[in-house]
T-cell receptor, first 113, second 116 residues
């Protein structure tokens, strides 16, 4: 079945540590996205990538980094510079054309201890 | 900058009845897309319905329909014959038609409760 997988489902991190969230898609989509979701707020875009080896900052990129070495993979690293990293993180993908639906993964809940 | 507002943090409806969720947005663009997404307790985000601003006809998907009022910048979602499985957070989202970064602007969400 085609879809997006994210791992792990739950992640715990000590302050000062970097952590990487995985996102893989087998939909053959060109574009991929990372969102952060906090209680009572809509999704906020962290980073997005339109093609392999290219990515752009979203609204809240500070303290995060990404890579896009393969079309199907778009990992997100939450660095120690991110001051409030505890949140729910959603990965999405879409075809490259405008207006296409974004398909979402099941998400990763990150908690900083 | 574009903004999306969902003024109802929570709504409840009796099973089998109809409920309408509100969404307003602010934009100076004439062409854009509007979306309603559903996030059930599993937290997987699912597209419910999509509307292109240049289309005057309101979009419909089975029990889900929208009331798109372009001049009023309003995009409400109507759910008919509500079912227990409709219980979820519902998010309204906006996207410029010519935006090359495909960025969606999201509302804060409405929690829909279905009473059996």
């Amino acid at each position: 079945d085609g879809g997006i997988t994210q791992s792990p489902k739950y992640l715990f991190r000590k302050e000062g540590q970097n952590v990487t969230l995985s996102c893989e898609q087998n939909l053959n989509h060109d574009a991929m996205y990372w969102y952060r979701q906090d209680p009572g707020q809509g999704l906020r875009l962290i980073y997005y990538s339109q093609i392999v080896n290219d990515f752009q900052k979203g609204d809240i990129a500070e303290g995060y980094s990404v890579s896009r070495e393969k079309k199907e993979s778009f990992p997100l690293t939450v660095t120690s510079a991110q001051k409030n990293p505890t949140a729910f993180y959603l990965c999405a993908s879409s075809m490259s054309t405008l207006g296409d639906e974004q398909f979402f993964g099941p998400g990763t809940r990150l908690t900083v201890l | 900058a574009q903004t999306v507002t969902q003024s109802q943090p929570e709504m409840s409806v009796q099973e089998a009845e109809t409920v309408t969720l509100s969404c307003t947005y602010d934009t100076s663009e004439s062409d854009y897309y509007l979306f309603w997404y559903k996030q059930p307790p599993s937290r997987q985000m699912i597209l419910v319905i999509r509307q292109e601003a240049y289309k005057q006809q309101n979009a419909t998907e089975n029990r889900f329909s929208v009331n798109f009022q372009k001049a009023a910048k309003s995009f409400s979602l109507k759910i008919s014959d509500s079912q227990l499985g409709d219980a979820a957070m519902y998010f309204c989202a906006y996207r410029r038609m010519m935006d090359s970064n495909y960025q969606l602007i999201w509302g804060a969400g409405t929690k829909l409760i279905i009473k059996p």
